[in-house]
């Protein structure tokens, strides 16, 4: 029997709660912020709607999501996409999973006519910093000591793609 295949789609409202549930579960320390999870949220969708999201499915379950957005809201910014977030159920890793919907992201990109895809990364997720490398991220940016998480100072890098 052949490997399931990962899909990807745009989000629609009915996928909240298991994309909550993902959000909820899938970041730590080195990738997210404990603040932040710690939060009481009803809805996944509260700070943007579906139409921001990439959604992947693996064997027909929700299994992870990306927040596309627009990086600047002013004219001269246009063509300048940023990834908000990007998330992978535990149970789904090394599945292809964030690799799909980061080229998911890539030709969404290019059907809007961007030029570049901007993310932000914990300098300690070396995981998630393959990955972007993998596909043709690059380091633009440092911000030394940006967050104090568990008492640890971190560095945030700034990576992008050009399209």
Known sequence: MPEPEVTVRRAVESDDTVLLQIDRTSWDASSGFPSYQEA????FFERSGPEAHLV???DGQVVGYLR???KYTFPEG???????GLAVAQTARSRGVA???LEAAAAEGRLRGARKITLHVHSTNAIARRLYERHGYVVEGTHPKEFLIEGTYID???MAKML
């Open 68 to 70: 596309l957005q627009d």
């Open 156 to 158: 945030a890098l700034d």
């Open 78 to 84: 246009a063509g300048v996409l940023a990834v908000n």
């Open 40 to 43: 009481v949220r009803e809805s």
């Open 56 to 58: 992947a499915e693996y």
């Open 99 to 101: 690799s799909a919907l």
